[in-house]
């Protein structure tokens, strides 16, 4: 499998074509899965917003006091309302705000970036990211596309590269059934592909100013294995935010 950056990609702005800008840089190939960080599909789709945008309601008020009083730091409550605009629901509000978004991803503070974006205050994330990355796929040569993100995750320092959106692929190849080396039936293995080829590509485009927001990965085979369109967590599965629901920080 080889993984590369597509070169020379202009700054992206509100009602640019990503796919015609990959399209011209790139020859692409019918099994390539494209990659696109979700900041530039923001940029593209008018999703840049300002901090009036937001004012702030006594929900919004209340939840950037309670991270003042957790963090020390002052917080704009116009910025948690953005938050809780973006959210269905607020797992934790402090020391910082865990939220799922409304298409299922579960992070901080909605995924609502405050940088890359100098003539604005915030941007935030695609509507409907799969829809995104199907808009993508469908003036783009290649037949899978994977929109991504980077987040951190629970018991795990630092941040990587996740999926929040896909087209042309299901999310998880489904080992179950099959026998692993020793000939025992694999009974839990389900593989998140679409996140581990965010991974992977969040490892080729990097961060900050050197950073690329296009990476195709080229050669990858899905095998003959079974598959399915489940990424994010159900809630009744999901002991974490199970938990988190009854948690209380003491600051």
Known sequence: MELFAVPDLPEITAGDDIAALVSDRVDLR??????????????????AADLDDFPAGPRAREVAA????????????????????????????????????????????????????????????????????????????????VVTDTCGRPFRHGQRGVAIGWAGMQASRDWRGEPDRDGRELGVTVENVVDELAAAANLVSGEGDDGTPVVVVRDFEWGDHGGSDRHFRDVDGDFVRQALRGWEFDA
């Open 30 to 47: 019918d099994d390539d899965v494209v990659c696109v960080a979700s900041t530039v599909v923001s940029k593209a789709e008018g999703r």
């Open 66 to 145: 309670n991270l003042e009083a957790a963090t020390g730091d002052e917080k704009d409550p116009r910025f948690a309302q953005a938050v809780l605009e973006e959210s269905t629901e607020l797992l934790m509000e402090s020391p910082f705000l865990l939220t799922e978004t409304r298409f299922g991803h579960v992070g901080v503070n909605a995924g609502i970036d405050r940088s890359n974006v100098p003539e604005h205050d915030l941007l935030l994330l695609p509507t409907r990211p799969s829809e995104s990355a199907a808009r993508i796929r469908d003036g783009v040569a290649a037949d899978r596309v």
